[in-house]
């Protein structure tokens, strides 16, 4: 594991998020956790298809080469929900919190999910990005009406569950999403209901010629989410708009990657990211 410093940043709601800095070079904010996992949750995001340790390899990776500010921005959230600010300015805001933590400056941002969508709007909201990597989100034709629709049905769904007698906890199969319990707060889920709500009216389209950057887009072909009926029988589409906007991409400056083979999961995964993202940002880093 490489030697890493660690200091905190003051995000826009006043919470107080850990921060990692490993390496030296140009910087890369990573919204990633950094710390491995237990052995029983590391089993576990296996067998649904993850990979625990994406995080830890991402950060070793990349600080051979760079400045890695590694900060687990989900998990904070999660822990601290901002269920009515959190809106893509205070997601640019907190953004830029955690690279002053890591020393300031010019970075490069790499996040993957709803992570690259708030990494797209960093980098309409200030001139500080170097560089963009966007993983397993679109940046043209992105879902958000769906992600939308999604997150209001799981915060139905958490008022619901808070409202109910405990249930038995039921073992589930990996990949039976439509067995999984909800069991994240209404605060939790508010504050993704807020961000999509704010975005309902986002032009990615009309974004395009805003961003000069160097910037990197890739997904799995296969990542394609399907929700089940409690969720609104809703389908998330990231690989199919990346593929078919490809061209525009490319002519608007973008390096599009469409991995053959890959779903939401496996796209993510360290064997497939690190060294995409990797050579790419040597490729492109300042001074290169």
Request: aromatic share 6%; proline share 8%.
């Amino acid at each position: 594991m490489s030697a890493r410093t660690m200091t905190h940043a003051t995000l826009h709601d006043g919470s107080r998020i850990p921060v990692a800095i490993a390496g030296d070079g140009p910087a890369v904010v990573l919204p990633i956790r950094h710390e491995p996992y237990d052995d029983e949750t590391a089993a576990s995001i296996r067998a649904w298809g993850g990979d625990p340790d994406v995080g830890p390899t991402l950060v070793d990776g990349l600080a051979s080469r760079f400045r890695v500010i590694a900060a687990d921005y989900e998990a904070h959230r999660l822990a601290t929900p901002a269920p009515d600010t959190l809106t893509p300015d205070a997601l640019a805001a907190d953004a830029l919190a955690i690279a002053d933590a890591g020393g300031g400056g010019n970075v490069a941002w790499y996040g993957y999910s709803w992570l690259a969508l708030s990494g797209l709007q960093l980098a309409l909201r200030t001139d500080r990005l170097w560089a963009l990597v966007m993983g397993g989100y679109p940046p043209l034709d992105g879902p958000y009406a769906a992600m939308l629709d999604v997150t209001r049905a799981a915060h139905a769904l958490s008022i619901a569950a808070a409202a109910a007698p405990p249930a038995e906890v039921v073992e589930v199969t990996p990949g039976d999403w439509d067995s999984v319990q909800v069991r994240t707060s209404e605060a939790q889920t508010q504050q993704f209901v807020t961000l999509y709500e704010a975005l309902a009216t986002f032009d990615d389209r009309a974004a395009l010629p805003a961003l000069t950057i160097p910037r990197l887009a890739f997904a799995g072909d296969h990542d394609t989410i399907e929700y089940g009926p409690a969720w609104g029988d809703t389908v998330v589409r990231i690989g199919e708009p990346l593929a078919a906007g490809r061209a525009e991409l490319e002519a608007a400056g973008w390096t599009v990657r469409v991995l053959p083979g890959l779903d939401h999961m496996s796209a993510m995964r360290s064997d497939v990211a690190l060294p995409l993202v990797r050579d790419w940002l040597i490729g492109v880093a300042p001074g290169a």
